[in-house]
């Protein structure tokens, strides 16, 4: 299966601007809001890590933990080891460029995994085969701290929603050669395979969501 060019490179330098000029700081609201659900890990697993925002108060929040970053693009990765590396947590850090679809994880390693705003780059069927991928290197009860774009169930706000995918899909198709043109159902992908959803939260009118999820078993 083919999984999307890493055409992240040139959108970097600008990508914290853009999302501030068209959702403010919602985005980072759905991004932070969870991050003391991972006080406790000590192995976390990064996929599709971006500019380094998330990374930053992750490694000030768990720190515990190490946590490994997996991202397609150098530019990203770049501007993330940069954001660190004051922070006294760059030891704790590791990161990996890679396309998620053929990145080795180590089994049982990982006691949370992150994707925040990554999973939308992908198909349905994509989502699912990252799942079967990532399942593997979780331990039991580890955590699936996930936030994405949703499309609203109704009315005015469901409007705005499949408007707002449309710029953006068109955006990043043009940008960063993502191919897909529409949400995969995320969420419910992970939850038939048996993911439990214990937090959310909306924001932009129920158009971001920010959940963590968590794998039956004792967190050890
Ligand atoms: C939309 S950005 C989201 C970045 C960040 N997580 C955030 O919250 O804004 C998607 C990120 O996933 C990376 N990415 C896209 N496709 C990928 C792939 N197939 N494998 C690994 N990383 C990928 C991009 O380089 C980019 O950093």
Not at 4 to 26: K, S, T
Not at 55 to 71: F, I, Q
Not at 174 to 182: D, F, G, I, K, L
Request: proline share 5%.
């Amino acid at each position: 299966m083919r999984s999307q060019p890493a055409g992240f490179d040139r959108l970097a330098p600008v990508y914290r601007a853009l999302e501030f000029l068209a959702f403010g700081r919602d985005l980072e609201r759905a991004r932070f809001c969870f991050v003391p659900e991972l006080i406790a890990c000590r192995r976390i697993l990064v996929l599709g890590e971006g500019d380094g925002r998330f990374l930053a108060r992750l490694v000030a929040g768990a720190p515990d933990a190490r946590v490994h970053c997996v991202d397609s693009s150098p530019a990203m990765l770049g501007l993330a080891a940069a954001r660190i590396s004051g922070a006294g947590a760059a030891e704790r850090v590791s990161f990996e460029r890679a396309d998620v679809m053929g990145v080795a994880l180590d089994p049982a390693a990982y006691d949370a995994v992150v994707t925040l705003f990554f999973l939308d780059c992908f198909t349905p069927a994509q989502v699912a085969a990252i799942e079967r991928k990532v399942r593997p290197s979780l331990r039991g009860g580890a955590l699936w701290l996930f936030a994405d774009f949703i499309l609203p169930a109704r009315g005015f706000r469901r409007w705005r929603a499949k408007a707002w995918l449309r710029i953006l899909y068109f955006f990043f198709h043009r940008e960063a050669a993502v191919t897909v043109r529409s949400l995969p159902p995320s969420e419910e992908i992970l939850i038939k395979s048996g993911f439990r959803r214990v937090a959310v939260r909306d924001f932009q009118g129920g158009f971001v969501r920010s959940s963590v999820f968590d794998l039956p078993g004792e967190r050890t």
